[in-house]
């Protein structure tokens, strides 16, 4: 396994992460297991949020990585409130809350400190100098290591650059969302990392039915998947792994978050890990050829 520098932290990460997003049924033995084979391959970045499972999402990482908890980059996020009632969540990035929410995660998650709380989210209301404020002061605490956001939103991402110390952003990236490339040189000019999620794209860079998505059609996601099919045997690699080389090529993306549920899907991932090394320098310009690229629209001022 390879490992990044997260942004301007001291922290280094996996190129391929667990998102514990995805797992279901909070800490049974197949999850526990799961996430120890994950370390045995030398994943050590672990992805969650305070919002999964109501909580018990992180109960489950927590337990789970109790035993190399020192070997390991933990991060987790803020700033979704579940309603009382369990009916859905609200926004809350107010001080007072990050700071609460933060010693609750730090319970479930079974340990003294946090190496990467990230903001959950975040919009142009939101008082963005409290929000700092609130990071920073769990920085003094020792309580968190080092914080960061989880943002697709250039009006959101961009001030948190300007006026804070993030040291990483968490955006969706893949072939078929190309849209924060646009934005990388100012990530790396502020020396902050990006953390990739949804480098599959729900699946249809795999072998997922071709259905509308970010506004391509069908017809343009079966092109792209041709051509990744044609590569895949010219090289002799996996498709995961053309699309995972396809985001990790970049060095301002420290690593690809994967969502990881059964041990099959472990298998493959693992597999696709080992044909990295075969697309290290692979020039991915031939699928592009038919893949017009999209910007965001929303949220840019």
Do not use: C
């Amino acid at each position: 396994m390879r490992y990044n520098n997260l942004g301007h932290s001291d922290l280094k990460i996996s190129e391929i992460g667990f998102g514990g997003m995805s797992l279901e049924g909070g800490a049974s033995k197949a999850n526990i297991d799961l996430i120890s084979e994950a370390f045995d391959h030398g994943i050590n970045y672990f992805d969650t949020a305070d919002l999964y499972d109501k909580g018990l999402n992180e109960e489950l990482i927590g337990k789970a990585v109790h035993t190399f908890r020192d070997r390991i980059v933990l991060a987790t996020k803020v700033g979704n409130e579940w309603r009382a009632d369990g009916s859905g969540w609200d926004w809350n990035p107010r001080k007072d809350y990050i700071l609460r929410m933060a010693d609750k995660s730090l319970q479930r998650l079974k340990t003294d400190y946090i190496d990467v709380y990230q903001l959950h989210g975040g919009t142009i209301e939101d008082a963005i100098d409290e929000v700092i404020e609130a990071f920073e002061l769990l920085v003094k605490a020792g309580k968190i290591k080092y914080y960061g956001i989880s943002s697709i939103r250039p009006n959101v991402f961009t001030p948190y650059l300007n006026k804070s110390n993030i040291a990483s952003n968490m955006m969706q990236y893949s072939l078929l969302d190309r849209r924060p490339e646009r934005y990388f040189e100012i990530f790396k000019a502020h020396n902050t990392g990006i953390i990739s999620r949804g480098s599959l794209a729900q699946g249809l860079l795999l072998d997922k039915k071709a259905k509308p998505y970010l506004g391509y059609e069908p017809g343009e996601i079966e092109l792209l998947n041709a051509d990744m099919e044609e590569l895949s045997r010219q090289l002799e690699v996996s498709k995961q792994a053309i699309a995972l080389a396809y985001v990790l090529q970049h060095d301002v993306v420290a690593s690809a978050v994967v969502g990881i549920r059964t041990h099959n899907q472990m298998n493959g991932l693992w597999r696709a890990w080992r044909d990295l090394e075969k697309l290290r320098d692979q020039d991915f310009s031939m699928l592009l050829t038919d893949l017009r690229p999209i910007h965001y629209t929303d949220h840019l001022s």
